[in-house]
DNA sequence: CGCAGTTTTGATTTCTGTCAACGTCTGTGG
DNA sequence: CCACAGACGTTGACAGAAATCAAAACTGCG
């Protein structure tokens, strides 16, 4: 489906919007806090439902999209059905940074839960970054933010078991939310199914089953009713073997 | 080892660099070319024998390296001695995109056979990017080409069989080697070790020997004397199992 | 209520890792 | 020229992690 197929073009004013908020993604507070710009004049919304294709690996997309709301996930998949998730996006991430240059996003967009994004024209956005130094500064934090997820993933996909992955995946989303000011008293919006943990990890749905039930035996964390509860951040953090820690937000 | 305890400022004329020929990283002709640039001025070579560091994760370098000669690998290693090659770098290819902007390359580099960068400090690099738009494209482009890469490595390595991963890894490497005219009737150079691709596919060295003397036995492949060739490029691709294609170079 | 999408659980298989031994190659120094 | 050490590659027996297969319970939802 073509983003613009989306309800692209729609105006709102994304009330619930957590732009404020968020210091992972400050070009996109850049880009829309500049007074009467054309980025202002033409950004529109764009609302995706749950459990539906935001952008095709392969469509030709003349916008770049900001997640303002909800859980997305960006992915590849394969000729045999299997797929793997390359990240989650979170409630203020660039869909796709590709779109910032190009126009095919070379991966899958699925929405995980309903979703809600902002729209800009590329063009417009590229006007705002030439000649400036903070925009260019903004652009080279996302692409070292994209390097350091992309490393982490690889050393747990080559070289971490089951148990490990796992744990830095609940953790990691666990941090990426408390930048954001997502977690409140140790409890998370938790909109993942254990196949979506599965196709991130590189692992099966029945393992992956497998794993958590014994975390939630041993008192780890608890999953109810979409909330995750981590309950033993320690042992988490022990499980999941220090990594190196985020040089930034 | 830092950086400049490594011959860094020893002027070369770079007699063998293969730069004329590359095509993958334009960025660095679009550098080099410039008649009497500041940037000319100041660049100078490094010289790292095989089998060495040539930057750490935590150094704190002021420079931007080019690989000219010889093989490099950018890796994460583990507390437990465990390491995870993150790509494998090229005559042509920027050695760590993360000094374009910051000190810390965030990962280790190490040689694989004896390897010459080009040395430009950053500041130039950078002053030659302000107001240029055909060096923000060429930055782009090498940004969107690494994300290609990590993403076809966290494919591998979450969803292909040790077959899969080492038959992809054999290609992508010739697939690049082609690009930059370094292949002559199927044969290449080839100074990796079992254990470099032990570190880049996530298996064990063993497990890598059991697979490449699978190959050679099936008439697939042959290394002899630090060159490979690939003698039946069909049965080898569709071991690999066709990912998208290459957008560009 | 029924149905599709989940999650759980257990039995079994497959792949890859681990361990260990041995052979080869390369470079070094006497 | 030879002896040697260390890195590298191969091979086989075995162990362990996760996949596969299958069935049953649970969850939401129309």
Do not use: Y
């Not at 489906?1 to 994304?14: D, F, I, K, V, Y």
């Not at 070379?106 to 995980?112: H, K, R």
């Not at 925009?135 to 690889?154: G, K, N, P, T």
């Amino acid at each position: 489906m073509h983003a613009a197929e989306n309800g692209l073009g729609r105006p709102s004013s994304c009330s619930q919007c957590v732009m404020a908020k968020l210091s992972a993604c400050t070009l996109h507070r850049f880009a829309s806090r500049e007074p009467g710009s054309a980025v202002d004049e033409r950004q529109s919304m764009l609302h995706v439902p749950r459990r539906r294709l935001v952008c095709r690996a392969q469509d030709s997309v003349e916008s770049v999209l900001f997640l303002c709301d909800g859980w997305a996930a960006s992915l590849r998949a394969l000729a045999n059905g299997d797929r793997q998730i390359l990240s989650f996006l979170l409630p203020g991430d660039i869909v796709s940074s590709a779109l910032l240059f190009q126009s095919k996003p070379n991966i899958l967009v699925e929405s995980i839960s309903d979703v809600s994004c902002r729209v800009f024209a590329r063009q417009d956005v590229l006007g705002l970054l030439t000649g400036s130094d903070e925009a260019i500064s903004q652009l080279s934090r996302i692409w070292m933010d994209e390097r350091e997820q992309a490393a982490r993933l690889a050393v747990d996909l080559g070289r971490r078991t089951a148990e490990e992955r796992i744990a830095n995946l609940l953790l990691g989303l666990m941090d990426r939310l408390a930048l954001r000011g997502l977690v409140r008293e140790g409890v998370i919006d938790f909109p993942l199914r254990q196949h979506h943990v599965a196709d991130a990890t590189g692992l099966t749905p029945v393992h992956v089953s497998k794993v958590l039930t014994d975390f939630k035996r041993r008192g780890l964390l608890q999953i109810n009713d979409r909330f995750l509860q981590v309950l033993d951040e320690t042992a988490l953090r022990r499980i999941a073997q220090a990594q190196p820690p985020v040089p930034a937000g």
